[in-house]
């Protein structure tokens, strides 16, 4: 049976009065009035159809609008700047750098933004150079996202900002004009881009440009057509191209800009008016492949068809056709190209995530988010053993045992025999093996980068040490007699040098192909110059650099008497008895029997003697060059023999034996 709702009563004044004051009856009365007044039978249904409606198209929505959240960072980029210009407005006279501070702040807001929703990547990032001009040609996605996560690594991990070039439609979009001045965007006359690559900035062109954005798809189709003007750019400029693309782009964002009506619109108005869809948080990845040098005698044509290549190129290695937002999303956490990769994280330390591969499994990998460059690996059967690597020095290991953390030691795969050690206790010391030759250790201090040091751990006492300043020279030591020091040169490798630190002002030199010969010098008397020869150690010669003729020679066994000889004449040698200071003898090698005596006292007076007659003794006197007097010590007569030759008996002298036999002296 119907129920009713109680009549209402109307006084004079047009109040409503309900007859009954029950409230859940007057409720019930409300809604039944609602539902007849709105022709609807039952509003329970209705809700929960417009329920179904909205469970149906949220997802869809969502879709839409996370797009959306791109423009808003944007627009909080462009606020953040404003503030900063506004804070920074009266330092800016004075600072040629204002924009830096901003530029970091917003490059670290972006790269978050990449790590956490997309844990992007960019591999490559060494062959963007660390100065000069460079062209980066890339792929364009439908939002160029990846591009922007690529700027902020420049900026982060280059230190330089890379200029970039965008359509006519982004300048005229409102607020955009100050974001695009600090990034230094550019829509992209030719003239202006040559300018900007000749003052040594990067510049980021992607020659699809919009229309690539709005009609790619899943199938990454390249939509250069015939353009070449960035092609002319990099030759006028003189500069090389490097090749960019980004795996998932498109599955990270795509567009409804296959559909014909929005291709018809852009086509007749240029408006990009297609809607794109998407912001999934799938696995980005940028690669940059080899750069293309400069050639001077290639036209724009071929270079741009030689970089078109080199781009399909990157895109084929490194994304799987067709596109699947699905897969995208699973790299995420497991690389599908390598399905015997696990990665594993922590929550109570989400920045770092271990990895291990199922068919090596006691090899575990560990990064820090924080530090994405740096990877660490461990064999979990010798768990003391850690191995570090970069990923922008691939080459380079680093190994360090748990039970010694002080020692640390390097090497570089591209010379796989070479180990350096080093100790944490003392960094400024590196020491370096060979595996190849297991017995030599080499060492250097940092704080003396040009010494380096090597040893032979068959020869331990043996240490030597180069100067790379002079890297032909090497000094020896013996750790069993530390003071003395060797020294040779490579370039004249057969002379070796020694040095006594007990006596450092002399220096002995000895060349191996004579190594019998000994040479000697005083540094003090760097003009003195001594010789030994030692299979003859009693003989010792000397000579005196500012008269390098003259050679001077002492028997150890006889040392009062030295010998000298003028190389100039060669045959003459001239000898003197140091407890006679006053004589000197002379002999001329051509007449060896005859032997001249000379008394420094009396300069003026010769004496001659013949070892063939040596009773005979002859006597001149330099101021009578004619005149010379000979004598027998065993006869009682001298003679004077004059310039013709005659000889006259002077005198008859009677000679005792004392007389004769220092005559015959």
Known sequence: MEQRCPPLRTSQNQSCVWESEDTLSLLLCVLRSLEAWAGLGQLEDYLSV?????????????????????????????????????????????????????????????????????????????????????????????????YYYFLANVVLQKGRTCHSVADHFLFKIPGFKLLLEVFSVIHGPQEECVRALRSGHLLGISPGGVREALFSDETYKLHWGKRKGFAQVAIDAQVPI?????????????????????????????????????????????????????????????????????????IDQHQQIPGSILRALCERMFDLRHPHTVFMSDLRHS?????????????????????????????????????????????????????????????????????????????HTVFMSDLRHPHTVGMSDFR??????????????????????????????????????????????HTVFMSDLRHPHTVFMSDLRHPHTVFMSDLRHPHTVFMSDLRHPHTVFMSDLRHPYTVFMSDRTHPHTVFMSDLRHPHTVFMSDLRHPHTVFMSDLRHPHTVF?????????????????????????????????????????????????????????????SMRSRLSG
């Not at 690996?377 to 080459?395: A, E, G, N, Y």
């Not at 591209?414 to 003392?426: E, G």
Request: glycine share 4%; with cysteine; aromatic share 14%.
């Open 242 to 314: 490097i090749p960019m693309f980004t795996q998932n782009v498109r599955e990270g964002f795509r567009s409804l800009g296959t559909l014909r009506f929005f291709r018809w619109l852009y086509e007749r108005f240029r408006l990009p008016a297609a809607p794109v869809y998407g912001g999934f948080p799938v696995k980005f990845r940028t690669f940059l492949g080899d750069p293309i040098p400069y050639d001077p005698h290639i036209s724009a044509a071929q270079l741009a068809e030689k970089v078109q290549k080199e781009v399909q190129a990157l």
């Open 597 to 657: 005596m000379f008394d420094l006292r009396h300069p003026h007076t010769v004496g001659m003697s013949d070892f063939r007659h040596p009773h005979t003794v002859g006597m001149s006197d330099l101021r009578h060059p004619h005149t010379v007097f000979m004598s027998d010590p065993f006869s009682h007569f001298w003679f004077w023999v004059t310039s013709h030759g005659c000889c006259v008996r002077v005198f008859e002298c009677k000679c005792n034996s």
């Open 448 to 493: 003396h980068p040009y010494t380096v040091f090597m040893s032979d751990r068959t020869h331990p006492h043996t240490v030597f040490m180069s100067d790379l300043r002079h890297p032909h020279t090497v000094f020896m030591s013996d750790l069993r007699h530390p003071h003395t020091v060797g020294m040779s040169d490579f370039r004249h490798s």
């Open 351 to 427: 920045h770092t995530v271990f990895m291990s591969d199922l068919r090596h499994p006691h090899t575990v990998f560990m990064s820090d988010l924080r530090h994405p460059h740096t990877v660490f690996m461990s064999d979990l059967r010798h768990p003391h053993t850690v191995f570090m690597s970069d990923l922008r020095h691939p080459h380079t290991v680093f190994m360090s045992d748990l039970r010694h953390p002080h020692t640390v030691f390097m090497s570089d795969l591209r010379h796989p025999h070479t180990v350096f050690m080093s100790d944490l206790r003392h960094p």
């Open 50 to 146: 417009l329920e179904y409606v909205l469970w149906v198209f949220t997802p869809l929505a969502v879709v839409f609008i996370l797009p959306f959240i791109i423009v808003i960072l944007l627009y909080f980029s462009i606020l953040f700047l404003h503030v900063y210009k506004r804070k920074n407005q009266l330092r800016e006279a004075y600072s040629n750098n204002l924009w830096d501070g901003a530029r970091k702040t917003l490059a670290t807001i972006w790269d978050g933004h990449g790590a956490i929703w997309h844990g992007y990547e960019v591999h490559g990032l060494e062959k963007i150079p660390e100065s000069g001009p460079a062209l980066i040609v890339y792929y364009h996605g439908a939002i160029p996202i990846d």
